[in-house]
């Protein structure tokens, strides 16, 4: 009786191991969903093709635009200097100030000059009688014709003479010719100057003029009268000029047209000698077609793209225009509707199969 129970024991302990067993075995082949792992592998298809980013192609405007370099300079611009060998007696000018036209900057010694203009006054006044007693005399008939002739030329020379000693003598006032902002003072009381010494600088700025050149295949494009827009490495805010004039006629050696355009300065928060980057607009282009910058490859033999067509890239050779630092205007070889290929160009060729993670 013992020997059987003690065999029905191991025989239930042996079906208990197994069940176990089968459990263990069966809880490996099953995912979390209940269901077979292998069926659950059998049910997710296999990914085919490149993985890639795409575009489709849309018409859209596009103003034509051209960077150029120009230089600002000063509406006005002068280097106040003396017409005479003398002495300066007064510098009223002051460094660094605004002054308007004839303000007087500098004065030179004059004493002289004004010591002979008034030797010269007294003998106008002299000449004047003789000639007017002359006058007299011809007209009784007491004179010769010849002898008034001499008085009244003496008479000319003196108020000629007069009138040049006047001119000398305003040329030392030195003045300025126009409104403007004094730069540096190059002379003091008591200096001894000569023709052409720079005494001072005087500038108007508060107009500026823009220089700058564009290719011979737009000289017939920018008029008189057109307005440009342009930065200046200063700020970044954006300033605006009119083209006023350009020259009659090409570089020869750029064959480039030199162009001027005048900006509004009022605020004198720019400076003459600055260099200014202009936009000059061409024109628009209202059915142009535009790509992301990174979907282009270049060649030796120019541009190219990835172009999806039932799900497989193709290459396509295009011309390229106006770039920007992110699109660039696509001339030939698309069209309107095309899908192209924006992101993971490196690991396609020709005819590749690829699938499209993102359309845009």
Do not use: C, W
């Not at 085919?48 to 635009?65: C, F, I, K, M, W």
Request: aromatic content about 4%; proline content about 3%; cysteine-free.
């Amino acid at each position: 009786m013992e020997r059987t129970i003690h065999s029905t024991k191991i025989v239930s302990g042996l079906i208990i191991t197994g069940v176990i067993l089968l459990s263990v075995l069966f809880k490996g082949y099953t995912s979390k969903d209940g269901l077979p792992e292998k069926a659950k592998v059998a049910k997710t298809p296999a990914a085919t093709g490149v993985p890639v980013d795409a575009q489709v192609l849309h018409s859209e405007s596009l103003n034509d635009e051209m960077t150029v370099s120009g230089t600002l300079l000063a509406f006005q611009e002068v280097s106040i200097t003396s017409e005479l060998n003398r002495k300066v007696v007064s510098v009223l000018a002051k460094e660094g100030k605004a002054v308007s036209a004839g303000t007087l900057l500098f004065k030179l010694d004059d004493a002289d000059l004004i010591a002979e203009l008034e030797q010269l006054k007294q003998q106008e006044k002299l000449v004047i009688l003789n000639e007017k007693r002359f006058k007299e005399l011809i007209d009784n008939e007491a004179a010769k014709q010849q002898d008034y002739d001499e008085a009244f030329t003496n008479l000319k020379v003196i108020q000629a003479k007069i009138d040049q000693l006047k001119v000398m003598i305003s040329k030392t006032s030195i003045r300025a010719p126009f409104s403007g902002h004094l730069g540096i003072v190059n002379v003091h009381t008591g200096a001894y100057v000569t023709p052409g010494a720079p005494l001072a600088q005087l500038t108007d700025n508060s107009r500026l003029k823009i220089d700058f050149a564009i290719p011979e295949k737009h000289a017939n494009t920018l008029k008189t009268g057109d307005q440009v827009e342009y930065h200046v490495e200063s700020d970044e805010k954006l300033y605006k000029a009119t083209i006023i004039a350009h020259e009659a006629g090409l570089d020869q050696k750029t064959r480039t047209l030199l162009m001027r355009a005048v900006s509004n300065n009022s605020s004198r928060e720019l400076l003459p000698g600055q260099s200014a980057r202009l936009t000059l607009r061409l024109g628009n282009t209202g059915n142009a077609l535009m790509i992301p910058n990174q979907a282009l490859i270049p060649s030796s033999k120019g541009y190219s793209v990835f172009v999806v067509n039932h799900n497989k890239a193709n290459i396509k050779s295009i011309e390229v225009g106006q770039r920007s630092a992110y699109s660039v205007h696509v001339l030939k070889g698309l069209a309107p509707g095309d899908t192209i290929v924006t992101s993971n160009m490196l690991r396609l060729t020709p005819g590749a199969d690829v699938q499209l993670v993102s359309v845009h």
